[in-house]
Nanobody
Framework: QVRLVESGGGLVQTGGSLRLSCAAS????????MRWYRQAPGKQRELVAA???????NYADSVKGRFTISGDLAKNTVTLQMNSLKSEDTAVYYC??????????????WGQGTQITVSS
């Protein structure tokens, strides 16, 4: 069974920094991409940042220049460094991974989510 476990959430003041980590465990063939999503109260879940097994990255416009995604998908880990945090970054952050459980089968898995609260 594949599991994604996030860590690093919490409370931070405006302008501060936090670092989220996510690790995948279980039996699978390969990880093709890992992503961070977030969902604020009353809003839809949105993609924050993504990284592929080829180390390509992309970011939501709202976090470009402030957040950095990095990872070693061969080691099943991804990190999101968040700087210059704003109140609008407050949300539950979810790790997502596109994982090949076999050579031909690929599924999306989700972590349990971790709360980030940015206070002024």
């Amino acid at each position: 069974q594949v599991r994604l476990v996030e860590s690093g959430g919490g409370l931070v003041q405006t302008g501060g920094s936090l670092r989220l980590s996510c690790a995948a465990s279980g039996s699978f063939f390969s990880i093709y991409a890992m992503r961070w999503y977030r969902q604020a109260p009353g809003k839809q879940r949105e993609l924050v940042a993504a990284i592929t097994s080829g180390d390509s990255t992309n970011y939501a416009d709202s976090v470009k220049g402030r957040f950095t995604i990095s990872g070693d998908l061969a080691k099943n880990t991804v990190t999101l460094q968040m700087n210059s945090l704003k109140s609008e970054d407050t949300a539950v952050y979810y790790c997502n991974a596109e994982i090949g459980t076999t050579v031909t089968l690929t599924y999306n898995y989700w972590g349990q989510g971790t709360q980030i609260t940015v206070s002024s």
